[in-house]
């Protein structure tokens, strides 16, 4: 039996469409494309997913569809960090629009491009809609080995996004609708390029973590080219090696060190003629999931925190009224409880830190955060070693990704999800695999720069190091100035 679903978005927008009788609200909504939060794929263990179900805030996982219901989302539009750092683009002349895509975990950066000009026309981005499966990339993997259905599913909801998105970018640059792309080049991270491209996952799911292809991939998707980024390894993709291609690693002669935190940290570090790379399993505390009152880099999002005499000031996105805590915020917030020592150095808070009357750090929040800093320490501390330089040898640390560009160094320094050490040579950089991305669309000679470097770069697996254990418990403790 059908049920009508009448849902109003947060922007005040309407639609309505029909649901099984006795399936969860999650369900629905998600088959009928509507992203919900909800980092624990609907188990309801993470309880994102909320909604307005007839008047009343209810859990959408939890929520049976047993008679029509009038469903209103207050899930803000994210703010997604679609700007980079580079000024020109190198072209081949071609005459024709490219587009150009970073698939991020949990947001996509696309871009419309002059091929000839090498000028960017338009820039959008949106939301993972893959994110209804899970915050990361074990929970979709799982879900697209349980059928090849669900493996399809995975692409369709991909696919579906990145035609609208590009919809928006013609639109946005004054182009007709139908008006032809001639070059579509996609990167991310392992996982998301696997799933994009409808490729078995199983390989990078399990050790020894072998990937589908690695090489610069061409296949035909809804009928059109595209090129998918060439990956060095199951955990450090297609992204990371255009952001070592926008970082100009190939080309520097000092020891650069590339930090790219998200969901999934990837490190990369050009020394002398060696090229190394790592994958740290972060996981999403610093995009808001698993953290209570956490939530993406929304209009309303606590965005930074700091003293303010004997109490403290906080930021919101957009100057709105707080609705939670995004990944910046929460790095200030600990870094605040340290210095007041709030938080002992080994982690331990005696009671709640309430920012306002409904939004607070909790002290299993502080676990998240140790787990996720130490994991990126490690990361660092490892290829350094392996290098055989300190950190005085490193000429400058390039952030890149939006959380990467947000935060406040010194408050990465003071929890230490940084060296200290290296606090003076962070340099934003942007969204750097976007960038990267722009300059394989546009040129035949940066797309042969990717590959040498993808080639060049010499994976370190991290939790096959005998020292990396040890290492990452002496991280778990917190560092304050």
């Given at each position: 039996m059908k049920q009508l679903i009448t849902l109003t978005s947060a922007e005040g927008k309407t639609v309505s469409f029909e649901a099984e009788k006795g399936e969860t609200l999650y369900?629905?909504?998600?088959?009928?494309?509507?992203?919900?939060?909800?980092?624990?794929?609907?188990?309801?263990?993470?309880?994102k997913c909320k909604v307005e179900v007839n008047g009343e805030i209810r859990l959408a996982c939890q929520t049976p569809v047993e008679s029509d219901?009038?469903?209103?989302?207050?899930?803000?539009?994210s703010s997604i960090l679609t700007k980079g750092n580079k000024l020109s683009y190198q072209t081949d002349g071609s005459r024709g629009l490219a587009y150009a895509v970073d698939i991020g975990t949990t947001t996509v950066a696309a871009y419309l491009m002059d091929e000839f000009t090498g000028a960017q026309l338009a820039?959008?981005?949106?939301?993972n809609p893959q994110r209804v499966h899970g915050a990361d990339v074990i929970s979709r993997m799982s879900f697209a080995e349980e059928s090849l259905k669900n493996r399809l599913l995975l692409q369709r909801e991909i696919l579906d996004a990145l035609d609208q998105g590009l919809q928006t970018l013609l639109k946005k640059a004054g182009f007709f609708a139908d008006t032809k792309t001639d070059t579509r080049v996609f990167v991310g991270n392992t996982a998301m390029m696997h799933l994009f491209g409808g490729l078995d996952t199983s390989g990078i799911a399990k050790a020894p973590y072998i990937p589908a292809y690695t090489a610069l991939h061409r296949q035909t998707l809804d009928g059109c080219a595209a090129l998918l980024g060439g990956c060095i390894s199951g955990y450090v993709g297609a992204d990371t090696v255009a952001a070592m291609l926008s970082g100009d690693?190939?080309?520097?002669?000092?020891n650069v060190l590339l930090l790219d935190i998200g969901t999934n940290g990837e490190i990369a570090l050009k020394c002398k003629d060696e090229l190394l790379c790592c994958s740290c399993a972060a996981g999403p505390a610093f995009e808001g999931a698993h953290i209570a009152c956490g939530t993406g880099a929304i209009a309303g999002a606590v965005d930074h925190l700091r003293a303010n005499g004997q109490s403290f000031e906080y930021s919101t996105i957009g100057g709105k009224t707080a609705s939670g805590i995004c990944g910046s915020g929460l790095?200030?917030?600990?870094?605040?409880?340290?210095?007041?020592?709030?938080?002992?150095?080994v982690g331990r808070m005696k009671e709640r830190f309430a920012i306002t009357d409904s939004i607070y750090i909790d002290p299993a929040d502080i676990r998240e955060v140790q787990l996720a800093k130490a994991a990126i320490a490690a990361g660092i501390d490892i290829l350094?070693?392996?290098?055989?330089i300190g950190y005085k040898d490193v000429a400058s640390v390039q952030?890149?990704?939006?959380f990467g560009n947000f935060i406040d160094v010194h408050s990465a320094c003071t929890i230490g999800l940084l060296p200290p050490e290296l606090e003076k040579k962070v340099i934003p950089v942007g969204n750097a695999a976007g960038d990267g991305a722009k300059m394989m669309a546009l040129s035949g000679e940066a797309l042969s720069r990717a590959e040498s470097l993808r080639r060049k770069a010499r994976y370190i697996e991290l939790s096959a190091q005998d020292d990396f254990e040890d290492i990452y418990t002496e991280k778990l403790l917190f560092e304050a100035d």
């Open positions: 369900e629905a909504l998600s088959r009928n494309g509507v992203g919900l939060s909800a980092p624990c794929a609907g188990r309801g263990k993470c309880g219901l009038s469903v209103r989302l207050h899930e803000a539009e820039a959008t981005s949106f939301l690693l190939d080309r520097t002669r000092e790095v200030d917030a600990v870094a605040y409880l340290l210095e007041e020592e709030l938080i002992t150095p350094l070693d392996r290098a055989g952030l890149a990704g939006g």
